[in-house]
């Protein structure tokens, strides 16, 4: 009987919770970035919209959105220095493994006034609960926030513009449609890049929606790039006869007579 009556009880809890009415419709203005040597960045807009299903309302209290993206994953080593005998030198070193070279959190407000720390860190949403996973001898994993390599870690990349958290990176033009703006730095990595729309009401998470869009290297340098990885041999003879070819008219026009 006991049994039976937490079954029925847990049937009228799952029934009585409210289901999710809403949808997200995204759009994004570039979905591939070229660059070439005269790259100086570019600014990406996401647009969206909020739709209920049919029949359904949409929330009276407002909505939250924030808007991850993602770069490629890289791993990298961080080293402290500090002084010994007055000469600075490399006292401890971390390696991030597989750690999203390009990150952004975007939203219409703080990501703090959105949801819980516990919806935050669940869903990893904020600089300051994203996973980046250390290599700790032989284990990895990720530290707290304010371990002192991950904190470098996040300050070098901010000062590079490959990590930021904007408050208001999002704008709603009207209750339902909203837009993004998504900035990519001169010096942001090639490869695929994940974007994940969250969608918050009351703290509670309603919807989710996801894109990507692609940075690649185009022109003469993808060329270059191309042949060096498929055609070595190709590129080597190349590379020389270019080189003999420099030597050779830096020859005549040096020339003494």
Known sequence: MMRRAALALAILCI????????????????????????FTGEDLVLF????????????????????????????????????????????????????????????????????????????????????????????????VTNDPFRMSFVRLKEQQHLYREAPEGVTF??????????????????????????????GALLARAGSALEVIKTGFEQYVADRAQHDGLLYGLGTTAMALAIGWLASVVFRRD
């Open 48 to 143: 969206g919209t909020i739709e209920p299903d049919q029949g359904k309302t949409l929330m009276p209290s407002g909505y939250d959105l924030v808007v991850t993206v993602s770069g490629p994953p890289e791993s990298t080593r961080t080293r402290r220095k500090a002084r010994v005998l007055g000469i600075w030198v490399n006292v401890d070193t971390r390696e991030f493994v597989n750690v999203p070279s390009y990150l952004a959190i975007l939203s219409n407000r703080p990501v703090a006034a959105i949801a819980s720390q516990q919806v935050l860190r669940r869903q990893q949403i904020g600089l300051a609960y994203t996973l980046l996973t250390q290599r700790i001898g032989p284990d990895t994993a990720d530290t």
């Open 15 to 38: 029934a009585a919770m409210p289901t999710a009415a809403e949808r997200l419709v995204i759009s994004l203005s570039n979905a591939r970035v070229g660059v070439t040597s005269s």
């Open 173 to 202: 033009l009207t209750p339902t449609v909203f837009r993004a703006a998504i900035p990519l730095p001169a010096n942001a990595p090639n490869g695929t890049y994940a974007i994940d729309v969250k969608l918050f009401a009351r």
